[in-house]
């Protein structure tokens, strides 16, 4: 399979795409992101320069990813949903100095028209998992395999 880009979509040169991604209509990707093999950028999607984007991920349609962001693998993004890059923006005042960064780690999930305020940070997501709230436990999950452990109310990966 190979990237797959709409005549309609804008690719700058010196954006970085990995392989087997698909760039749908009106997208607009900025010389200066880097992006992992495997990922979707469904219509009008638009892209910045100081954006890295891991593999698999898939981005919706109407959704922007301004300066400053970093997606992991097998993020997912919501229809609409949209990301700042300034705090405290104003029309008559340049903030570009002041980008906050964002991350979103591997595998989570932004559900349709949020709004993501810079210099958050998103968890890995996936699963719910039966687990009490404090205290101690031990989980796998059904669909990865991975093995949760809670002790004194901390939750961390078996192993890590």
């Not at 320069?49 to 593999?55: E, S, T």
């Amino acid at each position: 399979m190979t990237t797959t880009i709409h005549a309609t979509a804008i690719v700058d040169e010196g954006a970085v795409l990995g392989p087997d991604c698909r760039v749908w209509h009106f997208v607009h990707i900025s010389a200066g992101a880097r992006i992992g093999a495997g990922c979707s950028f469904g219509q009008n999607v638009y892209v910045g320069n100081d954006v890295r984007i891991g593999a698999n991920v898939k981005i919706q349609n109407n959704v922007s990813v301004y300066d400053s962001v970093v997606l992991e693998d097998d993020v997912f993004c919501g229809p609409s949903m949209v990301f700042t890059n300034v705090y405290n923006p104003r029309s008559a005042v340049t903030r570009k100095d002041e980008y906050r960064a964002t991350f979103v780690r591997r595998g989570a999930t932004l559900g349709a028209n949020c709004t993501i305020v810079c210099g958050t940070t998103i968890g890995r997501h996936g699963e719910r998992l039966d687990l009490p709230t404090a205290g101690e436990g031990e989980i796998r999950c059904p669909h990865t395999g991975d093995r949760y452990v809670l002790d004194a109310g901390a939750l961390r990966l078996a192993g890590e």
